[in-house]
Each structure stands twice: as structure tokens, then as C-alpha cells.
């Protein structure tokens, strides 16, 4: 009998133990070099102008090591101070780049390091490029699956960067520049956005049951903010995934994220919405679109200055397409009588203009109607009510009127 209790008890123990293993992540590191006493800092986030350090410790016989765990899988770095200085900027204000490995994280795995200090790439501002061959980190599935990730979209972000210099030289040259500039200058974006969506599309298939594939999900879908799959496209990308992942709680937030991007695909019907007119009168969007013109949705808000900074242009493209059948209809994300008809007044806005009837920040708003992550945003909808395109703004405005109207 005692020997019965004896064995109940370590099994609840085993079980226990085995339990918390589960709900831990553990870091385990070596970096060779003058790196004794530095300070390591474990950070949450896959940007480095968002990142939040989450702990720290001291380099110790040239090893450090982290235990802790996570509330879903996502994206962490560790990043070494070499100095006792924690300031981000110089006096000049200039960033300053520390030491950094970009890490998946998630409970129950464990990650080894080995880097020498002169090989790590330092952290950047708005750059996620990381080049692993040149250190050692094993031991997780799911940091794997990331580092992957992350090496198979490095070269295309670069590409991206390197092919987007001359348009944005274009966009500061407005008005005083030939659109022919601009039309010349997006087309190997385009390609290169092409690529992005193949590799995405490739790497979610091949990942089916990593959960760093539901990142790379994650990060489709919000680039589809610019139209970049279709809801045929999500639907397939979704239906990917192993059982064994498609019952996590991360997997089922980014599926409703998905769900409800899909409904504001290019080729899906608009989807009506509550809104206000500047006298405050109560409008429906259904009372502006498939009517039998196409119009183009330009959400925006006084207080934005990219926003207004782009009327001018979009005043050009109203101008020369108006009388062919464009209608623009401006939808303020700020209803505030003051701040909304006072920017209408000074910028002159010749089109229909309405605002959300409620502040699109609460729950029972309408912000996730087009599921739309920043503004300016624009949303081309057809004579039928069909959506047309996704964001086409700048050039891509122009490329898109060609396209349904001619020069």
C-alpha cells in the first residue's frame, strides 16, 4: 500500500514538472569575445523601433540563459548592451545599432545559441532582414520554422528597398513630374510584390504544422491592407494548417482576423456602413455606392498629415476622371465638428464627404468594416458594388483609372 501511495505520489510530481516544463520557454547561450558582464536583454516584438524589453541578465563565463514563458508563440531578440550607455539615440540622434539574434518563442521548447559577438548583426530601425548564416541557434521547431522565414524574406525586402528609391524620388518631386516617371518607376515594385505573395504562398504550404507559419500568415494577411491575395487565397492558406495547430489560440485569432479580412477582398461585395453627413444627419455608405459610377473611398482624419498632404493628387485624379464616372466619397475616422468640417473647409474638398457615426476606435464601431490597419487608406468600389481594388493610392490610383477609363 505504501508503496502504491509512494508511486501515486511521484507520478503527480513527474507530472507536474513535466507540466510546467510545458508552459516554459528556455534561452541557453554562448557568445565568444570580449563579452564578460555584458548585459543581455530579452525583448518582445519583431521590430526594433517596437520592441519591449520583457527581462535581462549578465554574461557570465561567457554564457547567459533565460526562463519565462509566453502567452502565444511570436517573435522575440535578444539584444547585447556592450556598454553600461542605454540610450537609443546620440546626441546627434542617431540610432544606435546593438548586437541582436531575432527569435521565435514559444512554451515548452528550448533554444540554443552560439555567436561570436563580432559576427551578430546589429538591430536596425524598420528592418526585420536578419542573416543567420554566421551564428548557431537550434533546438525549437517553431524557431526554425521563423529563421526560415526571415532568411527567405531578406533578400526580398532588400530587393524591395533597392527598387522603391526611384518611386519615392518621384512622389517627392509631385506635381512638377511626368506620371510616365511614376508609372516607370512602381512596375519592378510590383514584381517584387509578386514575389513576396509567392513566397508567402510557399512558405505556409511547406509549414503547415509550425506555428511560425501562422506568423507568416499573420503578416499576409495584413498585407493584404494592399490587396495582395485574394479571399479564394486565404481560404486556401488556412486550410493548410495540421489539426494540432489549428487548435491553438493563436492560430484561431489570426483565423478570425483572416475571416474577416477575406469579406473585403478584391471581387467581394461592399459591406454597408453607418455614417454621418457634415450636418450630422444619418447616411448609409449604401446610399453612395453600386449605383452604376465607380467610387473611390478615401478614408482619412484632420489630424492626419499624410492624409491631407495626398488631397492634392487625389484632387487631379477627381479632376480628370470625374466627368467619366469616378465619384469619391472622403470618410473621416474623426467626427468632431470642429477638427473634421474645419480640415473640409480649408482643403476644400469638392466631393461627398461623411465621417463614421460613432468614434472608430470603440468596440461597436465599424473599424474592422475593410479591415484596414492605417489611414490614409482607399477603397475602389465598382458600378455594381463590387470591390475593385485595395488601397490604390498615388500612381497606383492613376495606373488603376487608365485601366478602367483610358488616358
Not at 18 to 38: H, L, P, R, S
Not at 214 to 229: D, H, K, R, T
Not at 331 to 348: P, Q
Request: charged share 25%; hydrophobic share 40%; with cysteine.
Amino acid at each position: 500500500m505504501k508503496r502504491r501511495k509512494l508511486l501515486s505520489l511521484l507520478t503527480i510530481i513527474i507530472t507536474a514538472l513535466t507540466a510546467k516544463g510545458q508552459d516554459t520557454f528556455t534561452i541557453e547561450g554562448i557568445i565568444f569575445g570580449n563579452v564578460e558582464g555584458m548585459t543581455v536583454h530579452l525583448l518582445k516584438g519583431d521590430r526594433e523601433e517596437s520592441r519591449v524589453a520583457v527581462d535581462s541578465t549578465i554574461i557570465k563565463g561567457g554564457k547567459f540563459h533565460f526562463k519565462g514563458s509566453v502567452a502565444i508563440p511570436e517573435p522575440y531578440a535578444i539584444k547585447i548592451f556592450l556598454t553600461d550607455d542605454r540610450s537609443f539615440f546620440t546626441a546627434d540622434m542617431e540610432y544606435i545599432e546593438r548586437p541582436h539574434i531575432p527569435l521565435f518563442l514559444k512554451n515548452s521548447e528550448k533554444i540554443f545559441i552560439e555567436a561570436d559577438i563580432d559576427k551578430m548583426l546589429p538591430a536596425k530601425i524598420k528592418s526585420l532582414a536578419y542573416d543567420f548564416t554566421s551564428i548557431r541557434v537550434s533546438g525549437s521547431k517553431s524557431n526554425a520554422g521563423y529563421m526560415e522565414y526571415i532568411q527567405g524574406m531578406t533578400p526580398l525586402w532588400s530587393a524591395l528597398e533597392t527598387v522603391s528609391a526611384p518611386y519615392k524620388a518621384y512622389l517627392a518631386k509631385r506635381p512638377d513630374v511626368d506620371l510616365k516617371e511614376g508609372i516607370a518607376a512602381v512596375r519592378p515594385i510590383e514584381e517584387i510584390d509578386h514575389e513576396i505573395a509567392r513566397f508567402y504562398k510557399k512558405f505556409i504550404r511547406s509549414h503547415g504544422d509550425n506555428i511560425a507559419a501562422v506568423y507568416a500568415l499573420e503578416q499576409a494577411i495584413y498585407s493584404s491592407n494592399e490587396g495582395i491575395f485574394e479571399a479564394e487565397e486565404i481560404d486556401e492558406l488556412l486550410a493548410v494548417f495540421s489539426d494540432h495547430i489549428r487548435t491553438t489560440s493563436y492560430f484561431k485569432s489570426i483565423e478570425a482576423i483572416a475571416n474577416e479580412t477575406k469579406k473585403y477582398a478584391v471581387g467581394q461585395k461592399f459591406t454597408d456602413m453607418n455614417l454621418i453627413d457634415p450636418t450630422y444627419k444619418l447616411v448609409k455608405l449604401s446610399d453612395h455606392v453600386g449605383k452604376g459610377k465607380y467610387v473611390l473611398l478615401d478614408f482619412w482624419g484632420p489630424w492626419c498629415v499624410p492624409c491631407r498632404k495626398e488631397f492634392p493628387f487625389v484632387k487631379q485624379v477627381y479632376e480628370q476622371y470625374h466627368a467619366k464616372g469616378l465619384e469619391i466619397l472622403a470618410i473621416s475616422v474623426d467626427s468632431h465638428k470642429g477638427r473634421w468640417l474645419r480640415a473640409i473647409e480649408e482643403e476644400n474638398l469638392p466631393w461627398q464627404n461623411v465621417a463614421y457615426a460613432t468614434h472608430p476606435f470603440t468596440k461597436e464601431s465599424d473599424i474592422k468594416t475593410y479591415a484596414y490597419w492605417s489611414i490614409p487608406f482607399y477603397l475602389l468600389i465598382g458600378p455594381d458594388g463590387t470591390i475593385v481594388d485595395r488601397n490604390p493610392h498615388g500612381v497606383y490610383l492613376h495606373q488603376k483609372m487608365i485601366e478602367i477609363f483610358g488616358e
